[in-house]
């Protein structure tokens, strides 16, 4: 996206995919060494199906699209927020799709920004509620 506004939709819709190997690269970058992120029998343990994504991957990868969608740079995102609705679950051995769904619900052209709703779903459940950024065009 260059300097004007757009309402493309078609530009804020991406499946994103995580499996184990991305989970463990993630918590090294990030330093969440949670075992609910990497330990099977540790997740069960704790009332978990399964081993699950971290809740800011999740964040970060919708936040990917957004990002995407001003032309690559994350310096013109300017607010992000969200509530954790559900787990994006990461069975051994599999690859998970996150589907990300952007909608431009205001456009500010004296300020020069979009807020855009976002929602975040894995096998049909919403993992992400509430989940907005405010760009700048």
Not at 52 to 65: F, K, R, S
Not at 77 to 88: D, E, N
Not at 124 to 129: R, S, T
Request: glycine residues 10%; charged residues 20%; aromatic residues 4%.
């Amino acid at each position: 996206m260059t300097n004007e506004l757009t309402t493309d939709a078609s530009a804020l819709t991406r499946t994103v995919t995580v499996d184990r190997a991305r989970l463990v690269d993630y918590a090294h970058a990030s330093g969440d060494q949670n075992p609910i992120h990497q330990d099977a029998e540790f997740a069960r343990s704790v009332g978990l199906q399964d081993v699950i994504a971290h809740g800011m991957w999740t964040m970060g990868a919708a936040l990917d699209v957004v990002t995407a969608y001003v032309g690559g740079d994350p310096g013109r995102v300017l607010s992000c927020q969200t509530r954790f609705t559900g787990m994006v679950v990461v069975p051994e051995g599999e690859t998970v799709e996150v589907l990300v769904e952007g909608v431009v619900t205001k456009t500010d052209e004296a300020a020069g920004t979009q807020t855009i709703e976002l929602t975040a779903t894995c096998g049909g459940d919403k993992v992400l509620g509430r989940c907005q950024a405010v760009v700048r065009a």
